[in-house]
């Protein structure tokens, strides 16, 4: 893997991998890179939930299963796209790659791209990745959409507005 291309933060979590003298650890890096976790971080939550042993890759079964866990734990909702659905609902029937996947996807959502014997995270419609601008074809597409979380009003001591419209209803009652 060449860690001199690719985004600033790909090539920072590709260096803190390499620094623990791992390899194959491209799905690490696009957890990590979704998720927004250090390297460790995100190593230590595939070996607890997708079984990942340092220096190996992760079978795509093993990688979705924990990707769903973390998806929820998150706070995220997960969806995963064929390479056909991809064709169907982003890109009108193009073919989506790590290189032009800024023309569909939605910037408010993340996504992991899996090309042929890799993955790829994907925020703010950047690829961080060294597949970044090239031409590598999705065959499976990850969606996480963030929840929306609703915010509490704080309780006020405040009643006068809801003085006020009770006393124009009891008038309008007695009128």
């Not at 590709?14 to 194959?24: I, P, R, S, V």
């Not at 704080?154 to 008038?171: I, M, Q």
């Amino acid at each position: 893997m060449d860690n001199s291309t690719g985004t600033a933060l790909f090539r920072e979590l590709a260096n803190d991998g390499e620094e623990l003298g791992d390899t194959n650890f491209c799905t690490v890096i696009a957890t990590a890179v979704v998720f927004g976790k250090t390297f460790e971080q995100a190593n230590k939550l595939l070996i607890k939930h997708a079984n990942r042993r340092k220096r190996r890759g992760l079978q795509r079964h093993k990688s979705l299963s924990a990707w769903s866990y973390l998806a929820k734990q998150e706070n995220y909702d997960y969806r995963v796209y064929t390479a056909r659905e991809i064709k169907e609902k982003f890109t009108n029937g193009k073919t989506l790659t790590t290189g032009n996947s800024s023309k569909y996807l939605n910037p408010k959502k993340r996504y992991i791209i899996s090309v042929r014997q890799h993955v790829a995270g994907v925020v703010d419609n950047t690829v961080h990745d060294w597949t970044n601008g090239k031409a590598n074809r999705a065959q499976q597409l990850i969606e996480f959409t963030p929840r929306e979380t609703v915010e509490l009003i704080p309780e006020t001591s405040d009643v006068s507005g809801y003085n006020e419209w009770n006393n124009r209803l009891a008038k309008m009652l007695t009128a």
